[in-house]
């Protein structure tokens, strides 16, 4: 059964930074894409970043891009999102997510809601100004 566990959100202040984690089982970081994706309230949620661990691709949406860096642990089965110099309009739940392969644009468009089939729960990141 493919499972995904997140966790590593808080409180931080702007300029601070959080690293969030996803544990993945019941299958191998190789075998599927990752991504990150975001919901502040009242808005959609968006796709932060992904990665293709068989081949190294990676991407950022523009928001994020220079400030997050997504990267895989293949013992661990982990995938993590290191976010530095946080801004307050980065505060939302964070949420993992799986699917198998990868999505044919994944190396040049954010991570859509609707490409991945596993989700892990949410965990909420905050950061004030």
């Known amino acids: 059964e493919v499972q995904l566990q997140a966790s590593g959100g808080g409180l931080v202040q702007a300029g601070g930074s959080l690293r969030l984690s996803c544990a993945a089982s019941g299958f191998t970081l190789d075998d599927y894409a990752i991504a990150w994706f975001r919901q502040a309230p009242g808005k959609e949620r968006e796709g932060v970043s992904s990665?293709?661990?068989?081949?190294?691709?990676?991407y950022y949406a523009d928001s994020v891009k220079g400030r997050f860096t997504i990267s895989s642990d293949r013992a661990e089965n982990t995938v993590s999102l290191q976010m530095n110099s946080l801004k307050p309009e980065d505060t939302a739940v964070y949420y993992c997510?799986?699917?198998?392969?990868?999505?044919?644009?994944?190396?040049?468009?954010?991570?859509?809601?609707?490409?991945?089939?596993?989700w892990g729960q949410g965990t909420q990141v905050t950061v004030s100004s």
């Open positions: 997510a799986a699917t198998w392969g990868r999505p044919l644009k994944m190396a040049f468009q954010p991570p859509h809601k609707y490409e991945y089939n596993y």
């Open positions: 990665v293709s661990t068989s081949d190294g691709i990676t």
